[in-house]
């Protein structure tokens, strides 16, 4: 039986090898998929992380005022840095690979947080500070003519879109929090080495914390309900090869290599927070033999939240 899945996987390889893949891949997940459309469920899934991450820092820095951070992965909506500009934050730096956010979806994500406001609902998730919320209304109402840099630059957004390494705008010892959003699950397992070298060298050595959502699971199921979260597990490595692609690559790791790369950068870990599959529903899926060191305790993990800080 064709699958869906099997459809996109196909069309992301193939746009994967194109001039201008991450314009194809806009195309496909707008006008395909629906996958950067800013949906309801997605904005509020995004507005509990902020308030887990928030929460987390509190927590474990035992302080309140949260200055700098850093996100991992901006997406093509900034729910997140917007949720810190809205309760004070002072400097809010978000990385990724690729150009994804644009005026048209940072006005779409705006007019999100003010309806969200008016209809009562932002202060179950944060402790916004009215004046922030007067200013985005403020923005929207001038926004054309502002350009997108400008409007960045008031609710305290630096946007880079580049490679790890050396970020100017990153001082060591600097950040009180760094930030992911299931972003972690698509950069290979070397790459994460050398950006937790990174986090170690910018987080704050006392008082800073991660916070870093990772969702493990097979993302073709969150398009293909007919497969099982953790279907990717059944290909050995070179068959995942041929089936992963560079416009949404999944690494396939599970907690237990997560947990090695913190501590090998020596991280701490403060709060391990998981998420698993149902136990009846684990034991119909198949697991390659490439898996099978690990145990079923591990395998069956599909979601964590793991918060850590400097030894």
Do not use: C
């Amino acid at each position: 039986m064709f699958k869906k899945w099997y459809l996109k996987a196909i069309v992301q390889k193939f746009i994967s090898f194109l001039p201008f893949s991450q314009e194809f891949n806009y195309f496909f997940q707008r006008f395909i998929t629906q996958g950067i459309t800013l949906r309801d469920y997605y904005f509020y899934d995004r507005l509990l992380h902020a308030k887990n991450h928030i929460a987390s820092f509190k927590k474990h820095a035992k302080v309140d005022i949260l200055s700098k951070v850093v996100e991992l992965g901006s997406g093509w909506h900034p729910i997140i840095p917007i949720s810190f500009f809205l309760i004070g934050s002072e400097q809010i730096i978000t990385f990724d690979i690729h150009n994804l956010i644009t005026k048209k979806t940072l006005a779409k994500t705006i007019g999100k947080f003010l309806e969200s406001y008016e209809k009562g609902i932002l202060n179950d998730y944060l402790e916004v500070l009215p004046e922030k919320i007067a200013l985005l209304k403020k923005i929207i109402l001038n926004y054309d003519t502002q350009s997108f840099e400008e409007i960045l630059e008031s609710i305290h957004i630096v946007y880079l879109v580049q490679e790890t390494g050396i970020i100017e705008e990153i001082k060591e010892n600097s950040i009180d929090l760094i930030v992911s959003n299931n972003t972690l699950e698509h950069i290979s397992e070397e790459e994460l080495k050398n950006l937790f070298l990174q986090f170690s060298l910018w987080l704050k050595h006392e008082k800073g914390v991660m916070s870093h959502f990772i969702d493990m699971t097979d993302h073709f199921s969150h398009f293909d309900t007919s497969i099982s979260a953790l279907n990717f597990l059944k290909y050995s490595p070179n068959q995942w090869a041929w089936i992963d692609n560079s416009i949404q690559p999944q690494n396939r790791l599970r907690l237990d290599d997560y947990i090695s790369i913190f501590q090998d950068q020596k991280f701490i870990l403060l709060e391990v927070n998981n998420q698993q599959m149902e136990k009846a529903m684990y034991e119909t899926q198949k697991i390659h033999s490439s898996f099978a060191h690990k145990s079923e305790e591990i395998l069956l993990v599909t979601h964590s939240h793991i918060i850590s800080k400097l030894v």
